[in-house]
């Protein structure tokens, strides 16, 4: 089973800015309660996309860059990107049927 790709400052570009395909990128930190219901969610998304999108995950905690480029202020935050570009975001933790809708809309 595929896991989330663990992203930083360094790859970040790399792997999701010039990914071909759509990307969800999860903004977390330890401490974040909310963050510990959506991780798992997000691993399991890992698993089920494999393939057709890129899932990853950034610790906001020790990559600011990308956290402060892309304006996260609350998390956790869920980006998706296609083309290199943020097409839509989730903030909070929310139902895994809500953010598999959101990515499914971008892999037309």
């Not at 610790?59 to 980006?79: C, F, Q, T």
Request: one cysteine or more; a negative charge.
């Amino acid at each position: 089973m595929s896991k989330p790709l663990e992203l930083t400052d360094e790859n970040f570009s790399s792997e999701v800015e010039n990914s071909d395909k759509p990307v969800l990128v999860d903004f977390w930190a330890e401490w974040c309660g909310p963050c510990r219901m959506v991780g798992p969610i997000v691993d399991e998304l890992a698993g089920e996309y494999d393939g057709k999108a890129k899932i990853g995950k950034v610790n906001v905690d020790h990559n600011p860059e990308v956290s402060v480029k892309y304006g996260i202020r609350s998390i956790p935050a869920l980006l998706i990107f296609k083309d290199g570009e943020v097409v839509d975001q989730i903030i909070g933790a929310v139902p895994k049927v809500h953010i598999k809708k959101q990515l499914d809309s971008q892999l037309v």
